[in-house]
């Protein structure tokens, strides 16, 4: 399990807010420690790809975004002319999630971070999203096994949605958003991460395996296998409660896919 609480604003940063910049994404200070990385066989939901379950080892902490990126931050990155303009469906820009990016994208993003602070900045490990979004938990969602507590602690597919897609299964609660919702709307898990659970779904490094077997034990990304797909994690939006599980992972994404539900954040090394 995790090695505990890192306290919120630590000297590793260059702006207050654990930023970098004026314009860098806020993040959070996951601790060193390990955790079991999947699902139990007995997890209702699951699928095979989750198995098996295994431990995986951070000797060192590292930092994750706190939120999604959100359109100011991509913006940013725009009128630096090292991204590309995205469209916002008409619901919003500035603190609502970033959509329509694609996996190079984000990849993108991250290493324009990485030039414009002289930090390392890049998109999660598989390991590394799961960890974080955990924040100590071992329970389908991270804040226990009641579904109807969803719209506590993210944007899901709720009552909101039923009301414009009544066919679609939901969560029994009502969060108050029919599609994305500004990021840290809702409660933080224990490591004081946002939307880990619903809004946008999030791109990770790992290219696609069917299984954990042969999964990296030291929370790097896992680099081989079907690299013509990449994974990515958290639900969005409008999924049901099966698929904003911890431990759910997308099979297999085509890295050149953009939609209105997907998007990102960022991790950074740190020293």
Known sequence: MAGGAVPADTPVFAGPGN????DCPEMVVAPAGEFRMGSPDREEGRDSHESPLHTVTFAKPFAIGKYEVTFDEWDACVAA??????ADEGWGRGRRPVIYVNFE?????????TQKTGKQYRVPSEAEWEYAARGGSTTR??????STRACEFGNVGDESVKQEHPDWPRHDCND?????????????NAFGLHDTVGN????????????YEGA???????????CVRRVDRGGGWYNKPETVRSALRYAGDDPNRRNN???FRVVRTLP
């Open 19 to 22: 930023r970098d910049c004026a």
């Open 105 to 113: 994208m984000a990849m993108g993003y991250a290493r324009w971070l």
């Open 200 to 211: 946008v779904w999030e791109w990770v490094e790992d290219c696609y395996n069917p299984s």
């Open 216 to 226: 990296p034990a030291d929370g790097r990304a896992w680099l081989t296998g079907d």
């Open 81 to 86: 002319q090292a991204c590309t303009a995205v």
């Open 261 to 263: 539900a997907l998007g």
């Open 176 to 188: 108050g958003y029919a599609k994305s919702s500004p990021v840290g709307s809702f409660k933080p």
């Open 141 to 146: 969602w991270f804040w226990g096994e009641d």
